[in-house]
């Protein structure tokens, strides 16, 4: 299995999973010619591809999802709340739930709900071949059934939105910042951090954080956090016995990419990290 952020941000969201047979696309904040320029670089095969699975209806999740889905002849599958809010009429869509299992071909699916200011909010856990993938990138707090589906993962991916002290600091208005630190908004990357700390097992060869605000964190403020909170506070961090799988090379950075971060756990004393730009690719 697979995985490449395609974009990740306060202003677009796309997110890949593929297997060896199929291919599943999280959210279109992407246009379609980035999400193109996006297939050819990392030499995606479209025909892989079953269905866009959507986490929830705000804007830089959907923005493109008519015209990709339509144009890619793709099924969506949505939230029955997700879905009105939006007001999209779709070609062809699936209504689902948290707690829902789905099949992609030999890719397995576990929606799960998170909060966060929307109608209704997704996280997913992916499955194939023994591999197991959590991702979960607008999310305002945590609880214990969610670290426990982050357990045993090869690979996470949890959002880390801002800096308290840059949120404090930033010019969004005080409503807006109330909003973003709630527990229905989004997570600090002290709170990320944490969620890590929490959830890590040596299964765990990958992490990324997601969903880095433009205006309210940046890439060095996650780089201190990693040093001061994770890789002395969670040895299993550093310490993982397995050497990263063979094919998790970093791709040259484009345009195309934005705002995410990954950390690659490989064996040794230290963990490899990867510029913001980079799409992230595991195996």
Known sequence: MKCASLISGSKANCFYVESESSAILVDAGLSLPKLQQSFINLDIDINKLKGILVTHEHDDHVRHLRRISSYLQLPVYITEK?????????????????????????????????????????????????????????????????LRRAEYADFIGIESNYDRNMLRQCGYPQYLKDRISSGSGHLSNDEASIFVRESLTPQTKNVMFLHISENSNCPSHIEKMIDRHLLHASPLLVSTPQQRYSSCQPYLPTPLQSQCFSCRLPQGKQPKYLPPESISLFN
């Open 82 to 146: 997700s879905l009105k809010k939006s007001g999209l009429a779709l070609r062809e869509h699936h209504v689902i739930q948290p707690d829902q299992h789905l099949e992609f071909g030999d890719i397995e699916v576990e929606a799960f709900r998170v909060l966060h200011d929307a109608e209704m909010c997704l996280g997913f856990v992916f499955r194939n071949q023994g591999k197991k993938l959590f991702f979960a990138s607008d999310i305002g707090s945590f609880d214990d059934g969610i």
